[in-house]
């Protein structure tokens, strides 16, 4: 069965810095792997994935992820954030091929001015 | 294209009341669809997914139960709630079979049992 951790409940940040968010998996089978963003009282809307392939993957808003198999991670990263970037963050894995689909517990990240 | 519609968005249910949450998905057949259930620092629960009609696995013992009597209809459904039930209930769908490789949530209904 697949899970997912992501490290961080919540990341206070400043405006223009960087920002990491992580998130570890654990499956016994090749997987998908999604970053999702949900902004207050919505649904979730997808920022990246890894399929396969280049284990770099960049999404909208300038986030990009690095999928790391031996480290079981996929880390989500941008180099300078906003504002309007505060929201909850959440990792989710599927099996290859789909199926269920888990996520992990969301990251609250939060920038301030 | 495809969309997704959830309803209602907002719901208040006294306790021991029954419960009936609908999905249904558009322009697309044979999805897979779930049920999420978000509770205040809890994360994304799956609480139900099908990968066709009449095939619901249950991910968590509950109080809830799901069908899915057509296609693209997903019900989310209770015969007596409980206050731990309150939370924000998020429906989704993904079609792996046909290159949509990811799931695609609606607007969710915010359910606060009283």
């Known amino acids: 069965a697949q899970s997912v951790t992501q490290l961080d409940s919540q990341v206070p940040v400043f405006e223009e810095a960087p920002v990491e968010l992580r998130c570890n998996y654990s499956s016994s089978v090749s997987v998908y792997l999604f970053w999702y963003v949900q902004y207050p009282n919505q649904g979730l809307q997808l920022l990246l994935k890894?399929?396969?392939?280049?284990?770099l993957v960049k999404g909208i808003n300038g986030f990009e992820a690095e999928f790391n198999k031996s480290q079981t991670s996929f880390h989500l990263r941008k180099p300078s954030v906003h504002i309007s970037d505060t929201a909850e963050y959440f990792c989710?894995?599927?099996?290859?091929?789909?199926?269920?689909?888990?996520f992990g517990q969301g990251t609250e990240l939060s920038v301030k001015p | 294209s495809q969309t997704i519609h959830q309803w209602p968005a907002t719901l208040v249910q006294p306790v021991g009341s029954p419960l009936s949450l609908e999905c249904t998905v558009e322009?697309?057949?044979?999805?897979?669809l779930y049920w999420y259930r978000q509770a205040a620092g809890r994360g994304l629960q799956l609480l139900f997914y099908?990968?066709?009609?009449?095939?619901i696995s249950s991910e968590v013992p509950q109080n809830l139960s799901a069908s899915r009597p057509q296609d693209r209809q997903f019900i989310l459904s209770s015969k007596k709630l409980l206050l731990s039930d309150s939370g924000f209930y998020l429906c989704?769908?993904?079609?792996?079979?046909?290159?949509?490789?990811?799931?695609?949530f609606g607007q969710g209904t915010r359910l606060t049992v009283v």
């Open positions: 890894y399929l396969s392939g280049s284990t």
């Open positions: 989704a769908w993904a079609d792996w079979d046909r290159g949509h490789l990811e799931a695609f």
């Open positions: 322009g697309t057949s044979n999805p897979n």
């Open positions: 989710a894995v599927s099996r290859f091929q789909g199926g269920k689909l888990i």
């Open positions: 099908s990968v066709g009609i009449g095939q």
